[in-house]
C-alpha cells in the first residue's frame, strides 16, 4: 500500500517538477553556472579585489584620486572603475584585466552620466518639470547609447532622492519634492539606460542614487544626519528607490547621510533587512565616493572596523577607498567577517559583468567607430533643444511681455549672458565645455540679421570674489570686470536705452548648486539684485531669464519685473531653447516639481504637507493661535505644479463615474480642459487626493496622475483618470500598505493649488 502510494504521488508530481524546470530561465541557469565555476577558482584575494571600485581621476568627482592602478588590474584587486574619458584608455585597462591578471576577470567601467554624456540634457531638476515620461526615458536611452560608445556600461544614475529643502544644492540632481512623481521619472530613467537587455552593446547598468534618505540632510547642508520616522520613509522617501528597483535597477549606491543614527553605509537595517529581504533586491551595493572611510569621521571605529561594518551591513563594492582591499582579508582571519558574505558580494558584482555581456566579450563597449558616429549627433542636439525648451517654467508673463517679437534691438544684459560654461549645469563632467554656446552666441545664431542683440555684463556674478570662485569651479569660471560696480551698471543702462527690450540673464551659475553647493540665501544675488532694479527704472521691458539650480527666494522680481523665465540649466543647446521660447518659436509647458518659497524661514515648505490640530483657514493670514507665522504668510511664492503658458486654459465639468466603489473596482475622474488663448500650447493635468479619515495622519494633498495634452485655440479635451484602490494606499503605523474605507476629496487642476474639487468614497 505504502508503495503504491509512493509511485502515486511521483506520478503526480513529476509534471509539475518538469513544469518547474521549464520555467527556470536558462540564460540565469547559465549564469549560475559560470559564475559558480568562477568563484571556485578564485582565491580569497581576488574575491575581495572585486569588490574594489578605482577611479581613473580624468572626470571630476570627488576629492581622492586611486594610484597604482595598473599593478592592481594585473594582481585582480579591481573590480571596477570610473572616470575614464575615452574608449582608447578603456580598452587599454582592459586588456590588462582579460590579458594580464590570473583569472583574466573584465572589469566593469562606470561614470556619473547624470543628465546625458556628451549631448547634455537639462539637469534632473529642469527634467523633472517637463512631467512626459516618454521624452525623460529617451534622454537616458541617448545617454545610454553615447557612453557606452566611448566604452562605459556602468551609469552612477539615476538620483530619486526627494527633497524638500532648496539650501541643499543636490536638489539639482533628482526630480524634486514628489513622491509619486518622483517614483514615475525613476521608472522612466531606468528603462532608458539599460532597456530590455543589458548585454545589447548600447545600453548600460543603472544605479539608483543615494540610499537612502540623502536628501532630507538636516539644515539642507550637505552629507549631513537625517532623522525620520518609518511612517515618512515609507510614506513619502523609499518609494521612488523602490521604484526604479522594480523596474530592474541592476545596482544601487549608499548615501553619505547616517539614518536615525547609522550611517548608510553601515546601516544593516537598511541594506539587509528593508532591501535584500523586505524588497527582494538581487543586483549589487557600491558605496559612494570613499563613504566607508568616512564611517572613521561619524565614529564608528578606524578603516578596519568600519570596512568590516559595511560589508556585513549588506554593502558589495568599495568605491575609491579601498578599505575593503586593504583589511577584509584581515577580518576574515580575526573572523569578524565570514567568507560567505565574501562570496555573496563577490558573485553579485560577477553577476552584473555577466548580464553586461563582459565574459562573452569584454570590448563590446569600446569600438571607436561608434564613438565617432554616434556621439553628438545632430538629431540627439535636435533633441536636446527640445527637452531643455520644455522644462523652461515661466513664473510671469505680465501684459504679454513675452514672446518677444522678432524685430529691433534686445539688451542683453547680466553675468549669466555670456558663459557657455556654465549652461550644462553641475554635474555634467562630460560636457564639452569650451564648445557650448553661451546665450549671447546661441540667441545671435538663430536670430541672425532678424534682431540685433547688443551685450552688457552689467554685474559680476557675485561682490564676493571668493564666494565666486567657489561657485565657478570645475571649469566654470565667469571671468570679473573690477571696474567699481556703479560704471558695470551705468554702461548697462546706457546700452539698455538704445534697445526695445531688456533681457536680464540673472541667478544662480552652475556651481552654485549640486554636490556640496548648499546654500543659506536663496535670493538672486545682492549686486544681480542691484543691475536688475537699474535695469527697471529704464522703463524699458525687462525680461528677467533665470538660471537656477534649485527654488530661489523671488519675492521682488514677482512683483517688480514684468517677465519671468526659469530656464534652470537646460544642458547643450539651453542657448538654442532659450531664444526658441523667448520668440514664441516654442509655447512654454514646464510645471514646477518644487515649491517656492517666500523666503527661507519657511522650509521646509511643500505642497503635501499634514493639518496640525490647527489649522490656519484656507485664504487666512494672521489667526492667534492657529498654525501661521506673524511675519508671512504660509503660502509658498510659486506652489508645486505651477508654470504658465503663451496661451491660457479654463478647466470645467468636473465629473466622478460614482460617487463611491469597493475594493476590486474603479472610479474615473473626469474633466474638461479648454484652450481659451490664441495659442497652441501643452498643459500638464494634475489630480491630487486627500484621505479625509485615517488610522494615520495623512497629507492635504497627494498628487496621484497626471497627462500632458497639447490644444489648438479653442480646442478642448476632456481627460479622464481610473483610480483603483491601490491609489488609496498607504503604509500605516504598523507598515501595512492600506487603504481603509471613507470619503475622500478629488482635485484635478493645473497645479496643486489652483484645482477643482469633488468628493467620492471607498466602501467595504
Not at 547598468?205 to 537612502?212: N, Q
Not at 520613509?233 to 535597477?249: I, R, V
Not at 516654442?586 to 499634514?610: D, E, R, W
Amino acid at each position: 500500500m505504502k508503495k503504491a502510494f509512493i509511485v502515486f504521488y511521483i506520478a503526480l508530481t513529476l509534471p509539475a517538477i518538469a513544469q518547474q524546470k521549464k520555467e527556470v530561465n536558462p540564460t540565469d541557469q547559465q549564469m549560475n553556472v559560470f559564475i559558480s565555476n568562477l568563484l571556485s577558482k578564485m582565491t580569497l584575494d581576488e574575491k575581495i579585489g572585486q569588490l574594489n571600485l578605482l577611479t581613473g581621476g580624468e572626470a571630476t568627482t570627488g576629492s581622492v584620486v586611486s594610484t597604482d592602478v595598473e599593478n592592481k588590474i594585473k594582481k585582480g584587486q579591481v573590480g571596477g572603475m570610473f572616470s575614464f574619458t575615452t574608449p582608447q584608455k578603456i580598452r587599454k585597462a582592459q586588456e590588462i584585466a582579460v590579458n594580464e591578471s590570473r583569472l583574466k576577470i573584465p572589469i566593469i567601467f562606470g561614470q556619473d552620466v547624470i543628465h546625458g554624456y556628451k549631448t547634455t540634457f537639462p539637469i534632473p531638476l529642469a527634467l523633472s518639470c517637463t512631467w512626459d515620461m516618454p521624452l525623460i526615458q529617451k534622454t537616458a536611452r541617448i545617454a545610454a547609447v553615447e557612453a557606452t560608445a566611448d566604452g562605459l556600461n556602468w551609469t552612477f544614475s539615476p538620483m530619486v532622492d526627494i527633497s524638500r529643502d532648496p539650501r541643499w544644492g543636490r536638489i539639482s540632481e533628482g526630480s524634486g519634492e514628489d513622491t509619486y512623481l518622483g517614483s514615475e521619472i525613476a521608472k522612466a530613467m531606468i528603462k532608458g539606460y539599460q532597456g530590455d537587455d543589458l548585454s545589447k552593446y548600447n545600453t548600460m547598468m543603472a544605479c539608483v542614487k543615494h540610499f537612502a534618505l540623502y536628501g532630507a540632510s538636516e539644515a539642507g547642508r550637505d552629507y549631513n544626519t537625517t532623522d525620520m520616522s518609518l511612517d515618512r520613509m515609507y510614506n513619502e522617501y523609499l518609494p521612488p528607490y523602490k521604484a526604479a528597483l522594480d523596474a530592474g535597477a541592476g545596482s544601487i549606491m549608499t548615501s553619505f547621510n547616517d539614518i536615525n543614527g547609522v550611517p548608510a553605509t553601515a546601516n544593516k537595517w537598511l541594506m539587509t533587512d528593508l532591501l535584500r529581504k523586505e524588497w527582494g533586491f538581487k543586483g549589487f551595493v557600491v558605496t559612494d565616493y570613499t563613504a566607508v572611510n568616512e564611517l572613521i569621521d561619524h565614529g564608528l571605529g578606524d578603516l578596519k572596523a568600519v570596512s568590516a561594518l559595511s560589508i556585513n551591513a549588506g554593502v558589495d563594492m568599495d568605491m575609491v577607498g579601498e578599505g575593503f582591499l586593504t583589511t577584509l582579508k584581515k577580518s576574515v582571519q580575526e573572523g569578524k567577517v565570514k567568507v560567505q558574505r565574501i562570496d555573496e558580494a563577490c558573485k553579485l558584482v560577477l553577476e552584473a559583468k555577466y548580464k553586461l555581456g563582459l565574459f562573452d566579450d569584454p570590448f563590446r563597449y569600446c569600438n571607436e567607430e561608434r564613438a565617432k558616429t554616434e556621439i553628438l549627433k545632430p538629431e540627439n542636439l535636435a533633441f536636446a533643444r527640445e527637452v531643455a525648451a520644455e522644462s523652461f517654467v515661466l513664473l510671469k508673463n505680465e501684459n504679454n511681455t513675452l514672446p518677444l517679437k522678432k524685430t529691433g534691438t534686445i539688451a542683453l544684459i547680466g553675468p549669466l549672458a555670456n558663459t557657455g560654461a556654465n549652461m550644462p549645469g553641475t554635474w555634467s563632467v562630460n560636457s564639452d565645455l569650451t564648445n557650448t554656446a553661451s546665450l549671447l552666441t546661441g540667441m545671435k545664431a538663430v536670430l541672425g540679421s532678424q534682431v540685433k542683440v547688443v551685450h552688457s555684463l552689467g554685474s559680476n556674478l557675485l561682490s564676493d570674489e571668493a564666494y565666486q570662485q567657489r561657485a565657478t569651479m570645475f571649469g566654470r569660471d565667469i571671468p570679473r570686470d573690477n571696474r567699481p560696480e556703479a560704471d558695470l551698471i551705468r554702461e548697462a543702462i546706457a546700452l539698455a536705452k538704445t534697445a526695445d527690450v531688456v533681457v536680464a540673464a540673472l541667478g544662480e551659475s552652475s556651481e552654485m548648486s549640486g554636490e556640496a553647493s548648499s546654500r543659506t540665501n536663496l535670493e538672486i544675488p545682492e549686486l544681480q539684485q542691484r543691475l536688475l532694479q537699474a535695469l527697471l527704472k529704464t522703463g524699458k521691458p525687462v525680461v528677467l531669464v533665470l538660471f537656477t539650480g534649485r527654488p530661489l527666494v523671488l519675492n521682488w522680481e514677482q512683483q517688480n519685473v514684468p517677465a519671468i523665465l526659469n530656464v534652470w540649466f537646460g544642458g547643450t543647446e539651453t542657448a538654442k531653447a532659450i531664444t526658441d521660447v523667448l520668440f514664441g518659436d516654442v509655447n512654454p509647458s514646464g510645471k514646477l516639481t518644487a515649491t517656492f518659497p517666500q523666503n527661507v524661514g519657511q522650509i521646509p515648505l511643500y505642497y503635501a504637507h499634514k493639518n496640525t490640530g490647527r489649522p490656519l483657514a484656507e485664504g487666512k493670514w494672521f489667526s492667534k493661535f492657529r498654525s501661521n507665522y506673524l511675519d508671512v504668510s504660509n503660502e509658498p511664492l510659486y506652489p508645486f505644479g505651477y508654470g504658465l503658458s503663451y496661451t491660457s486654459f479654463a478647466y470645467s465639468n468636473l465629473k466622478l463615474s460614482k460617487n463611491s466603489f469597493r475594493p476590486g473596482e474603479s472610479i474615473t475622474a473626469s474633466i474638461d480642459i479648454k484652450n481659451t488663448g490664441s495659442n497652441e500650447g501643452k498643459e500638464v493635468v494634475q489630480l491630487y487626493i486627500r484621505d479625509l479619515v485615517s488610522s494615520s495622519t495623512r497629507p492635504v494633498k497627494e498628487l496621484k496622475a497626471f497627462q500632458k495634452i497639447s490644444l489648438k485655440p479653442g480646442e478642448s479635451k476632456t481627460v479622464s483618470f481610473k483610480l483603483t484602490e491601490n491609489d488609496l494606499k498607504f503604509y500605516n503605523t504598523a507598515l501595512k500598505f492600506v487603504a481603509g474605507p471613507g470619503d475622500f476629496n478629488l482635485f484635478i487642476g493645473g497645479n496643486s493649488r489652483d484645482v477643482l474639487e469633488t468628493k467620492f468614497a471607498l466602501t467595504k
